[in-house]
């Protein structure tokens, strides 16, 4: 499997941990990404997102509907967001997230931080009062030519 390949490269390169990814379109892969979170210096540079953001810019599109995600291991809950806003439709995995937290890579505690109230999160979560944020959005809403995505 060519994400474990890149996984394996990844860290042989000290760039991060074990995880790579592939994204095909019509049985050719058109995105590759491994773990670069310490090459970046980029908590968000997993796989999946390096991967996702190969494969828009190759393809010149900001939405992967058509394309198949294949990652060395189940994809952390931030993999998982950038997933759906690419719209991916299918996701094969390797390993579990199980077997990533019995490595070190545990987590299940931004999984419970999801289901908690604002209030109740170990981030403060603080709304405040912005009337020029909210214009923005009117101007948003009324924009005739948005790019919807």
């Known amino acids: 499997m060519e994400a474990v390949r890149l996984a394996e490269a990844g860290i042989e390169k000290n760039h991060g941990g074990p995880f790579g990814c592939v994204i095909v379109l019509n049985e050719e892969i058109v995105g590759r990404g491994w773990n670069k979170v310490i090459a970046d210096n980029d908590p968000t540079a997993h796989a999946e997102v390096m991967a996702i953001r190969d494969a828009c810019k190759k393809l010149g599109v900001f939405h992967l509907p058509d394309c198949e995600l294949y990652t060395s291991c189940e994809p952390c809950p ?7 806003w690419a719209r991916i439709k299918v996701v094969y995995f390797a390993n579990n997230k199980n077997d990533a937290a019995a490595i070190g890579f545990n987590d299940s505690f931004i999984y419970d931080e999801l289901t908690r109230s604002r209030e109740n999160r170990k981030i403060k979560m603080l709304a405040i009062e912005n009337k020029d944020a909210l214009k923005l959005f009117e101007k948003w809403k009324l924009k005739n030519d948005k790019t919807l995505y």
């Open 78 to 84: 931030m993999c998982l967001g950038a997933i759906y």
